[in-house]
Each structure stands twice: as structure tokens, then as C-alpha cells.
């Protein structure tokens, strides 16, 4: 079975903190994915990357940026968190071959105050 | 850009009923994916449709996809309360998603 793990099920940041948030895919897979979902908006893409070093902007990249270092690990940075940044995030991988379905990670519900 | 709309965006179903939920896309694209996902949960993989007239049903789901509407179904026959969640069509290569359908069975 695919597994991805995020660092944190919830987080609370105070407004201006610069936070983390990680996210390891066990199954080789090339992409991985960071979203947000919000109520009545569904899942928005924030950054993808389909290899290690790169990366693509989403729909929304605006205050984040991503890092991805190796392969497995897929890092979504808030360099200076605000309020409007609470959300849930949650983070996918896929592969490049079959389906290209994306597998989801638990979710990060994070709080900014 | 891709637009993907579902609807209803809430749906209240009778146990025992027949329902249909709608997923509609603004370009061509050759892929379609239904998730379902559990209140406080991640999104689960339901279907993948690839092909025009592709139909996949599992238990009392069935999803079909025409490419020429641009259109997508997800079918629910005889809904029980276990099928309450919010169900997510998504489209394209990087997946754009709906904005999802909360469903709720009652008795």
C-alpha cells in the first residue's frame, strides 16, 4: 500500500512565524503535491513537484514555497504565517506510470492566531 | 484553466434510495478521478475513468464518464448510511478539483 505521512495532524502558529510542514511518500513515486482545502472551495494546488529540485506553482502559491530535497520528502514552507493561511493541507504523490492516480497524506489542519 | 463544477454541492439522501451526483469540466481531458472523503479524514481513491464510455461500480457506487459532455456521473443505488461523506470528482493530468459533494443519509 502507498503510504503518505505528514509531519503533523494539527499545528497552531502565531501570525509572522515562518512554519513547516512535511510530507514523506514510501512508494517512489516522481510527483508530489501540496494542497489546501478550504469549505465550499475544495482542494486547491499550492506546488507540485515532479522531481527532486523541482518544482511548479499551483493555483495558489502565493506565501508558500516548497522544498524538495530527495525524493520522498516534500516540504511546504509559510515564510511569514497569517491568519488567512488557516486551512487544512494535505499532501499527495503519484506516480509517472498506470493511472496516475494521487495518494493522500492524513492532512495538516493548522491554525494561525 | 480547467473549471471543474459538481452538484449538488450538498445532497441529503433517503436510506434505500437511488441518487446521482454530477461532475461537469470545461476542457478536453482524458482522465477522470472520484475520491470520497470521511469527515477529519484524507481523501480516499474511489474510481479512475479513462476512456470515453468507461463505467466502474463498486458495491453500490457506479461512476460512468462522457468525454464529448465533458461530463462525469457518480450513481449511488440504495444508499446506506456508511456512504455518508464528501465525494470529490477531479480532472486532468494534475487533478483540478470540484468543489465536492457532502452527502448525508438519513433513515
Known amino acids: 500500500d502507498v503510504k503518505v505521512t505528514q509531519s503533523s495532524r494539527y499545528l497552531v502558529k502565531r501570525t509572522g512565524e515562518k512554519v513547516f510542514l512535511e510530507c514523506v511518500q514510501d512508494?517512489?513515486?516522481?510527483?508530489m503535491f501540496w494542497y489546501r482545502q478550504d469549505p465550499g472551495l475544495g482542494l486547491r494546488l499550492i506546488y507540485f513537484?515532479?522531481?527532486?529540485?523541482?518544482?511548479e506553482k499551483g493555483d495558489i502559491p502565493e506565501g508558500y514555497s516548497v522544498s524538495r530535497e530527495k525524493k520522498e520528502r516534500f516540504s511546504l514552507i509559510l515564510e511569514s504565517a497569517s491568519t488567512n493561511q488557516t486551512s487544512m493541507y494535505l499532501c499527495a504523490s503519484s506516480g509517472t506510470s498506470g493511472y496516475n492516480e494521487q495518494f493522500f497524506g492524513p492532512g495538516t489542519r493548522l491554525t494561525v492566531l | 484553466e480547467l473549471k471543474v463544477e459538481q452538484n449538488p454541492l450538498f445532497l441529503s439522501m433517503q436510506e434505500g434510495k437511488n441518487y446521482t451526483i454530477y461532475c461537469n469540466y470545461s476542457t478536453t481531458s482524458d482522465r477522470l478521478y472520484w475520491y470520497r472523503q470521511d469527515p477529519g479524514k484524507s481523501l480516499e481513491s474511489l474510481f479512475v475513468l479513462l476512456s470515453n464510455g468507461a463505467v466502474k461500480q463498486e458495491g453500490r457506487l457506479m461512476a460512468s464518464l462522457d468525454t464529448k459532455a465533458r461530463l462525469s456521473t457518480l450513481h449511488i443505488t440504495a444508499a446506506v448510511h456508511d456512504l455518508s461523506a464528501t465525494y470529490f470528482c477531479a480532472v486532468g493530468h494534475w487533478l483540478s478539483f470540484g468543489a465536492g459533494t457532502t452527502v448525508t443519509v438519513r433513515a
Open positions: 512508494m517512489d513515486h516522481e510527483n
Open positions: 513537484s515532479y522531481d527532486v529540485k523541482m518544482k
